[in-house]
């Protein structure tokens, strides 16, 4: 992003109020995940954290139960999750919730789907890779919250680590190093 003339910034400065105003709600408007932050701030003064995790909590509920026919689609609702999960993280600043969704959409889609990922194959090959990765990311993530919250977490993350390391992900849980159980 190019850096603005400090004339420009002076002439912005000098601008009246209600032009500066019409401006920057022009501008906002272009932004979805700005504008949906400054809603979550401003308007819903960050108390609808709750409904938001439920919200995606939901969608990954509703995901799981559509009974995939492959790896491959279901590395794809993966994905669309996950995006979601990073757009409330953006919106919100929410790290518990990221890593409490991230490790319930995980967990949930396995238990709805196992499956698909029993067995290491061609067809399992990029969802297992996915899944490791995500597993090792969300390890991180724990890791760098308060350690309060890691007792929380603990048993969800073992059944996650129970399944990545005996099931298609297996492989490349090995590569990544991934423990057979996570210690508080």
């Known amino acids: 992003m190019p850096a603005i003339d400090p004339d420009l910034k002076k002439a912005i400065?000098?601008?009246?109020?209600?032009?500066?105003?019409?401006?920057?709600?022009?501008?906002?408007?272009?932004?979805?995940?700005?504008?949906?932050?400054?809603q979550f701030e401003l308007v819903e003064h960050s108390t609808t954290l709750d409904e938001r995790r439920e919200l995606i909590r939901e969608f990954i509920r509703r995901t799981a139960q559509l009974n995939q026919d492959s790896?491959?689609?279901?590395?794809?609702?993966?994905?669309?999750?996950?995006?979601?999960?990073?757009?409330?993280?953006?919106?919100?600043?929410?790290?518990?919730?990221?890593?409490?969704?991230?490790?319930?959409?995980?967990?949930?889609?396995?238990?709805?789907?196992?499956?698909?990922?029993?067995?290491?194959n061609s067809r399992t090959d990029k969802a297992a890779d996915y899944i490791a990765k995500r597993t090792d990311q969300l390890l991180k993530k724990v890791a760098?919250?308060?350690?309060?919250?890691?007792i929380e977490f603990a048993d969800e993350i073992n059944k996650l680590l129970s399944w990545v390391?005996?099931?298609?992900?297996?492989?490349?849980?090995?590569?990544?190093?991934?423990?057979?159980?996570?210690e508080v």
């Open 71 to 120: 790896a491959g689609w279901l590395m794809m609702d993966m994905r669309t999750i996950s995006g979601y999960v990073s757009r409330h993280l953006k919106v919100t600043k929410d790290k518990y919730g990221e890593v409490d969704l991230m490790l319930y959409m995980l967990n949930t889609l396995y238990e709805h789907n196992a499956h698909l990922l029993q067995k290491y």
């Open 13 to 38: 400065v000098r601008m009246p109020s209600n032009e500066k105003d019409k401006l920057l709600l022009r501008l906002i408007a272009k932004d979805a995940v700005l504008t949906e932050k400054l």
């Open 165 to 182: 390391n005996y099931a298609a992900p297996a492989h490349y849980a090995r590569q990544l190093g991934l423990p057979k159980e996570w």
């Open 144 to 150: 760098k919250l308060d350690p309060d919250y890691h």
